[in-house]
């Protein structure tokens, strides 16, 4: 009678090692099938998986006790306040190596516009990136392409790519960067016309009396509206609920200057 047991480590062939150092068998008597090969992860940032195999050995080489196996790491960590897609994940693992072999006198923005360009490479075809850089941020702007595909679902696609790219050249230069990832003028033109619906909701606010709510935003969108009527002394802004999709409601202020409750 055979017994099936599973071990796990941090590629294949450890995995098999530790089989095969359990149960006391060569590598060429032991039986096994891969489950999962595992992953890294994204440049060792985010998203590392387990190798994953499984044995079956004869009842007379199964262990009394077998060892503990390691515990296994959660299969995606990312940040709470993205959610990164499949396709964009994949391009960022397929940069490692030329992230690896770049110079450290590099400049950020110029390491970030060549990791960028890679994942658009991936998504897209003759899509060209222009960077902006500047004390305050770096600003990237791609042209061409599908720029549907590279936005993505109310912009999740365009959030995961700054997301990543921040990440990268922050961990090779060991220091924070703020930088902004647009396609097309896409979020230029989102600025503006968050900026004046927030004019025309704080109007109504004011002009009603009453709390105007915008429905579900993101923490880039909340802050624009945030920003558009920080100046207005007769209402006030609040983001409302948990995670990164949250209500913002616009509440106006009594005559004298306390906020209305």
């Given at each position: 009678?055979?017994?099936?047991?599973?071990?796990?480590?941090?590629?294949?062939?450890?995995?098999?090692?530790?089989?095969?150092?359990?149960?006391?068998?060569?590598?060429?008597?032991?039986?096994?099938?891969?489950?999962?090969?595992?992953?890294?992860?994204?440049?060792?940032?985010?998203g590392t998986k387990?190798?994953?195999?499984?044995?079956?050995?004869?009842?007379?080489?199964?262990?009394?006790?077998?060892?503990?196996?390691?515990?296994?790491?959660?299969?995606?960590?990312?940040?709470?306040?993205?959610?990164?897609?499949?396709?964009?994940?994949?391009?960022?693992?397929?940069?490692?190596?030329?992230?690896?072999?770049?110079?450290?006198?590099?400049?950020?923005?110029?390491?970030?516009?060549?990791?960028?360009?890679?994942?658009?490479?991936?998504?897209?075809?003759?899509?060209?990136?222009?960077?902006?850089?500047?004390?305050?941020?770096?600003?990237?702007?791609?042209?061409?392409?599908?720029?549907?595909?590279?936005?993505?679902?109310?912009?999740?696609?365009?959030?995961?790519?700054?997301?990543?790219?921040?990440?990268?050249?922050?961990?090779?230069?060991?220091?924070?960067?703020?930088?902004?990832?647009?396609?097309?003028?896409?979020?230029k033109n989102k600025?503006?016309?968050?900026?004046?619906?927030?004019?025309?909701?704080?109007?109504?606010?004011?002009?009603?009396?009453?709390?105007?709510?915008?429905?579900?935003?993101?923490?880039?969108?909340?802050?624009?509206?945030?920003?558009?009527?920080?100046?207005?002394?007769?209402?006030?802004?609040?983001?409302?609920?948990?995670?990164?999709?949250?209500?913002?409601?616009?509440?106006?202020?009594?005559?004298?200057?306390?906020?209305?409750?």
């Amino acid at each position: 009678m055979s017994k099936v047991i599973e071990y796990e480590s941090s590629s294949v062939a450890k995995a098999v090692q530790k089989a095969c150092r359990d149960l006391k068998l060569t590598e060429e008597k032991l039986k096994h099938d891969i489950i999962s090969y595992g992953s890294s992860g994204i440049f060792g940032l985010v998203g590392t998986k387990k190798a994953r195999i499984r044995v079956t050995v004869p009842e007379e080489s199964i262990p009394e006790k077998p060892r503990e196996q390691e515990e296994a790491t959660t299969e995606t960590e990312w940040d709470e306040t993205v959610d990164v897609p499949q396709p964009i994940t994949a391009a960022a693992e397929d940069t490692t190596e030329a992230i690896e072999q770049q110079d450290l006198d590099d400049a950020p923005a110029e390491l970030g516009r060549e990791v960028l360009q890679r994942m658009v490479d991936f998504i897209t075809t003759d899509a060209t990136i222009s960077v902006k850089n500047s004390r305050e941020r770096i600003e990237y702007n791609v042209s061409g392409g599908n720029t549907g595909v590279l936005i993505g679902k109310r912009g999740q696609t365009l959030e995961a790519m700054q997301y990543l790219v921040g990440k990268i050249i922050s961990k090779k230069f060991e220091k924070k960067f703020r930088l902004e990832i647009d396609v097309e003028d896409y979020l230029k033109n989102k600025r503006s016309n968050l900026e004046n619906m927030a004019k025309r909701m704080g109007e109504k606010a004011k002009r009603t009396g009453k709390p105007i709510s915008f429905g579900q935003m993101n923490a880039y969108d909340r802050r624009i509206v945030h920003i558009a009527l920080k100046e207005d002394d007769k209402v006030w802004t609040q983001s409302m609920g948990d995670g990164f999709y949250r209500k913002l409601v616009i509440f106006p202020k009594k005559k004298n200057g306390r906020k209305q409750k």
